[in-house]
């Protein structure tokens, strides 16, 4: 057994294999760890921006919305509009002299 720990593998290769699984499992290890940071903070970003986004979207609605009350308010002025345009063509037709010297 004395001979065993005095032999050059016990010496020389067991230490140096040793620190070599050591420091590939450390690295590893730290490596995970940094993934594991990484992964949070993008799953932090992508709720952000989806905050952001549905945000965003929610503008939007509104703004259509808002088109939405416009156009309906324009529609009504056109549509009151042709009605004091047909008023206005009957009025004339009444009061016009040429019709009368037609008719």
Request: charged share 35%; glycine share 0%; net charge neutral.
């Amino acid at each position: 057994m004395n001979s065993l720990l005095q032999s050059q593998f016990m010496q020389v290769a067991l230490p140096i294999m040793v620190t070599l699984v050591v420091t590939i499992w450390t690295s590893q290890w730290s490596q995970n760890k940094r993934f594991d940071d990484l992964n949070g903070r993008f799953a932090d970003l992508r709720e952000d921006l989806k905050y952001r986004f549905d945000d965003i979207n929610r503008r939007f609605d509104e703004v259509n919305h808002r088109f939405d009350e416009v156009n309906a308010r324009l529609e009504r002025i056109e549509t009151k509009l042709d009605n004091h345009e047909e008023r206005l063509v009957r009025l004339e037709e009444r009061t016009s002299p040429v019709a009368r010297r037609i008719s």
